[in-house]
Nanobody, 114 residues
Framework: VQLVESGGGLVQPGGSLRLSCAAS????????MNWYRQAPGKERERVAA????????NYADSVKGRFTISRDNAKNTVYLQMNSLKPEDTALYYC????????WGQGTQVTVSQ
């Protein structure tokens, strides 16, 4: 199993980024997928979830209305569109299956700063 996150970077407050997570080694279309983040000195938290079919989503209150999770089962990829970014969104972002059944990837760093 491999999870490869990409798309992070440095962005100003109010800006946008689109993260991607390419999955391999398991039947992607059978798993709900989640995006998580971990800021320095804080525990990892789940920010968004999507079911296996892609027709149900769930968000942490801190990102609701600003982030959108989606998936393409044909490409074995899950996305996180992040708009109206705030400094408190700065973190290392990861994806994993629902319940975190897989080894964590390297993550992708998102830094929101002037």
């Amino acid at each position: 199993v491999q999870l490869v996150e990409s798309g992070g970077g440095l962005v100003q407050p109010g800006g946008s980024l689109r993260l991607s997570c390419a999955a391999s080694g398991f039947t992607f279309s059978r798993y709900g997928m989640n995006w998580y983040r971990q800021a320095p000195g804080k525990e990892r938290e789940r920010v968004a979830a999507i079911n296996s079919d892609g027709d149900r989503t769930n968000y942490a209150d801190s990102v609701k209305g600003r982030f959108t999770i989606s998936r393409d089962n044909a490409k074995n990829t899950v996305y996180l569109q992040m708009n109206s970014l705030k400094p408190e969104d700065t973190a290392l972002y990861y994806c994993n299956g629902a319940g975190s059944p897989f080894r964590w990837g390297q993550g992708t760093q998102v830094t929101v700063s002037q």
